[in-house]
């Protein structure tokens, strides 16, 4: 039996310890995983209703669950384009399309490719000469270039192969990513397949699920290669998935810890030299080649030390070969002979050290944490800010997602009938999709969305042609109410007061007041960036053991109409749909201001002005004066306003 010593079991237990109280524990890792997962849900169920031939991918330690606050880890979010297929061998080759054979010969560099057009109508290699986007090389292959990332339609800082875009407050920077994607496993990994390690792992079921993901090819070439131009690293990032979501808690912990100690020891001085890609590897060649058993609780500072060990000898030979590519190494030119004996230092002492070293990492608070553990002093716990994070961002990304539906629907050649007929396709999708596990939470999510704004355009053109709403329309909006606290319902609202039902709309108001918890619901808007201030104390204690459902009792987005539902809003808002000029058109990009030809409001303000209305025609001077006065309160004190301009603009029209 393998035997602990008795300081190496302590510091190990009080250490698993602090990494749980800082979030790596079963629970969030499994919650981060979901949210994230279910993210990449509902970005495919709307490429699936923009009729884009695209899969998306949300990778990286968000996903993973492999992360903490301070780590800051960012996403890679994979767009992978279906419409060129990548063959490996001649007899996959697809008649009618524009097949791409994937090159890996001894002239290539290990983990990389070359894309040779072939034609659509025989499987021959393509005719021709070189172009923008094609290179013929001295044997006559046609072969794509690699700066296809370029031809993305996004405002974003580019960073070789991807885009970037930074996060708002409390959400993660993000890495865009453009692929291709080929359905077989790459020729390079095929002997990994049949290779097994000292630890059995990863079992020969796991291999056989990495061997059906094939691969992804990213528009980048190898540092220095004679090809740079038109080589294309291949990505296993769907295998290297399967392999994390099968570690234990010791060896996402070890993970975590040896990307805390490069953020802390080596990054400030010698900046993405060790990078966490790096880290995972070393993680999965340990893993690979010791017993099973080694992997527990009471034994993390060995583990770590055993993972440290490896990177060590990595840099010593400069060599860290990719787990699945092992002709790939991931530090060739990464470290210069200036850097390395202080990265080797650095690294020996903390070896070295026994775990003293972990005392000096101000990360997440990490050496103050574990001092306190050995007194046995409270620390707190950082659960309910990682869940109140993971749960705003669902919301945000929920309602980013209807941008993008919103963006196709505000098309200024969508009349207001095709509109119609466009979301009742949505709708017609969602429901007869015959979705599973996430995919079908993720439609449940969506689904009342697009019956909302259906039922609101509908009911929009109702009004102008009957001053009237019908059953169809109103049945829609019933449909969608529970998308969040308020918003949906204020479209209702909204309709009711058009239609001059003055006293059913006061009902639907004073239900959406009394849902309106003040201490608990947090605005939600992603229109554009802002600096967003913490969250409300009362939505931090529920998020910790509340999930995606809980979102329309704890949130309320802000409410938006398209020109199309034009005749749902009052007249005092209607003028925000035409804010903006040609001038201002010149220098924004549609994609991410397209709200500004929008009517938007902000859920609490608009309830406020709504019920002032309301009351006006009521005659009721005292509730109106009273909900004047809390406009004016939600407009000086909200501190998460997306719209506060337009929340004074009503309220000028109320003064």
Known sequence: MYQVPDYNQTVSMKLSEVLADIGVDERIVMKRRRTWLLMESIQNITLQQL??????YIFGSQSEGTTTIDLQSDLDHIYCNKDLPIIQDWSDWIPGVNNLLMIQDNSISPGYCLLQRLRSDAPLPEDGESNQYLFKDRTGKLLLKNFIVSLLNINLEIHGPAGFQQGQQGLSDIDFVYALHCTTWPQQA??????????????????????????FVVGVGCRGSEHEQVEWRISTSLAERCLMFNLNIIQIRCYVLMKIISKTFINPLFKDVITSFMCKTVLFHCISNTHNNIWRENNLLSCLSLCLYLLYNNIIYENCPHFI?????????????????????????????????????????????????????????????????????????????LKKINHHLKDSTCSPNEAVEILKNYVSKTINCQYEGLDKTASHLLLPWYCTTLGSVLASLNIYHYNTVSADALKLISLGLNTDVASSKLKLASILYCVQEIQKADTVLSEIERRYDLQIVEPVCSCYQFERELSRQGFFDLCDNHNEEDLQYITASCVRYLQCEIHCVPTELRYEMFRST????MFRTEEDNNWMDCAVVDSLPYLYFLQYKVHSHLGRHDQKQAVLFKLIRTIKEEPNLGHRETALNLLGKCI
């Open 325 to 401: 590519i092992t002709g790939n190494n991931l530090m060739r030119g990464k470290i210069s002979p200036a850097v390395k004996p202080y990265i080797l230092e650095i690294l020996s002492n903390i070896i070295n050290s026994a775990g003293v070293a972990i005392l000096g990492i101000k990360c997440d608070d990490l050496g103050s944490r574990l001092q306190h553990k050995f007194y046995n002093l409270c620390t707190i716990k950082t659960s309910d800010i990682i869940s109140e994070s993971l749960l705003f961002s669902l919301a945000v990304h929920i309602y980013m997602t």
């Open 51 to 56: 009729n884009r031939n695209d899969s998306a």
């Open 582 to 585: 040609q001038e201002d058109r």
């Open 190 to 215: 095929r002997q990994w397949l049949d290779q097994q390690g000292e630890g059995q792992w990863p079992s020969a079921e796991m291999k056989q699920y990495c061997s059906r993901t094939g691969c």
